[in-house]
């Protein structure tokens, strides 16, 4: 049972790329989650599905996007990187009782 | 400005001493959970408290939820070297409409246990 995962582990980008980050679990969660994490900061919600076919942008969603690809797989995607997006990328799942989330490893990006 | 402030923001401590981190807000929270994180790995949950006055013990754990729902704090008896970590909460906000699928997180605690 692999849980959440996530690819790549670590990625360092220019200002200007784009590119995807991919999320998957295995546990039939409705509801999954990608997050930022920013030293002093916490975690801040990037954007979020609460079931298969729908999005909500949470407290940081500005340049990025997201996808629901079905019920296992939900991809961000940073369409042109600016270097205040560097940071530790955390994908999440929630079970179908209201409280517990279960992360993934988290995605090191850099951007110059 | 963070909906979950978190204190202290860093704590080192010796080995076997108590210690208390406060995870605090001006809003209400209808559950309310606490995680650790260790280097290079994502966070892993700890407890969910729902109920106001809830307190919960895990081992050395002792989480507790406030009454009005607004604040939480974890207690560590004796600590040890393996509670070295990051300590975060995180709750859901109360709100009417509030589907329970959103989730703030504090600015996290980072404890130091020297043995």
């Known amino acids: 049972n692999a849980g959440v995962t996530q690819t790549p582990k670590f990625q360092v980008l220019k200002t200007g790329q784009s590119m995807t980050l991919q999320c998957a679990q295995d546990m039939n969660h409705n509801s999954m989650y990608w997050y930022r994490q920013d030293p002093g900061m916490g975690l801040r919600l990037i954007y979020y599905s609460a079931s298969e076919g729908t999005t909500d942008k949470g407290e940081v969603p500005n340049g990025y996007n997201v996808s629901r690809l079905n019920k296992r797989e939900f991809s961000l995607r940073l369409e042109s990187a600016a270097p205040s997006q560097t940071s530790v990328y955390f994908c999440?799942?929630?079970?179908?009782?209201?409280?517990?989330?279960?992360f993934g490893p988290g995605t090191r990006l850099t951007v110059t | 400005t963070q909906l979950l402030e978190q204190s202290p923001q860093f704590l080192s401590i010796q080995e076997g001493e108590n210690l208390t981190v406060y995870c605090n807000s001006s809003s209400v929270f209808s559950s309310l959970q606490w995680y650790r994180q260790e280097p290079g790995e994502g966070p892993v949950l700890l407890v969910t408290v729902v109920t106001g006055g809830e307190v919960k013990k895990l081992k050395r754990l002792t989480f507790q939820f406030g009454d009005a729902r607004k604040d939480s704090s974890l207690h560590i008896t004796a600590a040890q070297t393996g509670d070295t970590g990051l300590y975060l909460c995180a709750g859901q906000l109360y709100l009417l409409m509030n589907t329970g699928n959103q989730f703030y997180f504090g600015t996290g605690t980072s404890l130091t246990v020297i043995p």
């Open positions: 999440a799942s929630k079970r179908n009782t209201p409280y517990e989330q279960y």
